[in-house]
C-alpha cells in the first residue's frame, strides 16, 4: 500500500477545550485504494467514521465515509472535518462542495466554523407503539414527548423527543427489544433522543449499531439535521436558531448549531479543530 497522509480532527469542538468534540480521521490521498482496503483502515482507526478524499467531477472533492464495519452514504461530522481538509488541499477557499454518496453537499466556513446545508428532509412515521418504545428505551411512557418519527436528510435515523433532561439522562437503550419497526431503511438501529430545554437550546443523545451492540455517539451533525427535517414537520416557526449540545454521556462534549431558514433550508454547523497528523505506511 503507497504511504498515505490522515489527520485526526475534533468536530463539534468547544472553545479552549482539547478533547471535546466528536473525533475524526481523514485519510487525505485516497486514490488507488479499493473499497476493503477503506474499511481496513477504519476498522484500524476505530472511530465513529474515518473518511476518505477523492477527486471528483462535480464538486470541488469526493468523499467516502466509513463506520468501522460499513460505508455511510452521509454523516454531519465527517463531511464538515473533510470540509476542512479539502479547503487546505485543494486551495479551494472558504466556499466548497463535497460529492457524498447521498449526493452534493455545499459547505461554506468563518475560520475554523464550517457550515453545511442538508437536502429536503423526508419523513414517515414510526410504526411501533409508545409502550414499547419506552420499554426499549429503559424509560416509562409518560418520559416520552411528540410521537417519535423517521426523518431522513441525508442517513435516515429515529427521533425521539422527550419530557425533560432528567430522562434523557436516565435512557439506556436495550437492543434485544428495538424490533424491526425500530430500524432504518438500511436495517440498522439510529436513535437520536432530545430535549427542548427552550426555543433556542436543545440536549441530545445519540445511539448507533455497531458489531459490538449499541454505541453513543458524542456530536451527530445527521441527527442534528434530521432535528431540522422533524420540526419542519411539526410546523415550527421559521427561520429559528437552535444550539444543541451532545456527548455529556460519552465524556466528548460537542456544540452543534442548527439553523433552518424562512424557506426551511436546513443547515448545520460547528467548529472543528486539528488534534494531531500522521503517516499510514503499510
Keep these: 500500500m503507497t504511504s498515505r497522509k490522515f489527520r485526526i480532527l475534533n468536530v463539534f469542538s468547544l472553545e479552549g477545550q482539547a478533547f471535546s468534540g466528536n473525533p475524526l480521521c481523514v485519510v487525505e490521498n485516497a486514490e488507488g485504494l479499493r473499497d476493503a482496503d477503506m474499511q481496513a483502515i477504519a476498522l484500524q482507526f476505530n472511530l465513529s467514521e474515518t473518511t476518505f478524499i477523492l477527486p471528483s467531477t462535480k464538486a470541488t472533492a469526493r468523499v467516502r465515509i466509513f463506520m468501522p464495519h460499513v460505508e455511510l452514504p452521509f454523516?454531519?461530522?465527517?463531511?464538515?472535518?473533510?470540509?476542512?481538509v479539502v479547503r487546505e488541499l485543494f486551495s479551494a477557499g472558504d466556499t466548497l462542495t463535497l460529492e457524498t454518496l447521498s449526493g452534493i453537499i455545499p459547505l461554506i466556513a468563518q475560520n475554523d466554523h464550517w457550515e453545511l446545508t442538508t437536502a429536503a428532509p423526508q419523513t414517515r412515521p414510526l410504526e411501533f407503539s409508545p409502550d414499547r418504545l419506552a420499554a426499549a428505551l429503559g424509560l416509562s411512557t409518560a418520559d416520552i414527548g411528540a410521537p417519535a418519527m423517521w426523518v431522513n436528510t441525508g442517513v435516515e435515523q429515529l427521533l425521539?423527543?422527550?419530557?425533560?433532561?432528567?430522562?434523557?439522562?436516565?435512557?439506556q437503550p436495550t437492543l434485544a427489544l428495538l424490533d424491526r419497526p425500530t430500524r432504518n431503511q438500511r436495517g440498522a438501529v439510529t436513535l437520536y433522543l432530545w430535549v427542548a430545554d427552550s426555543a433556542d437550546h436543545v440536549t441530545s443523545r445519540f445511539f448507533f449499531e455497531k458489531a459490538n451492540g449499541l454505541c453513543e455517539d458524542p456530536g451527530t451533525g445527521s441527527a442534528c439535521a434530521n432535528l431540522g427535517g422533524y420540526l419542519l414537520r411539526q410546523n415550527t416557526t421559521v427561520p429559528r436558531n437552535i444550539t444543541i449540545d451532545q456527548g455529556a454521556q460519552t465524556g466528548r462534549p460537542c456544540r452543534l448549531n442548527l439553523r433552518i431558514d424562512s424557506a426551511g433550508k436546513i443547515t448545520v454547523s460547528g467548529k472543528v479543530t486539528e488534534f494531531g497528523r500522521g503517516e499510514i505506511s503499510r
Excluded: E, F, M
Design 160 to 171: 425521539v423527543p422527550l419530557n425533560s433532561v432528567d430522562a434523557l439522562k436516565r435512557c
Design 75 to 84: 454523516a454531519g461530522h465527517p463531511v464538515l472535518g473533510s470540509a476542512s
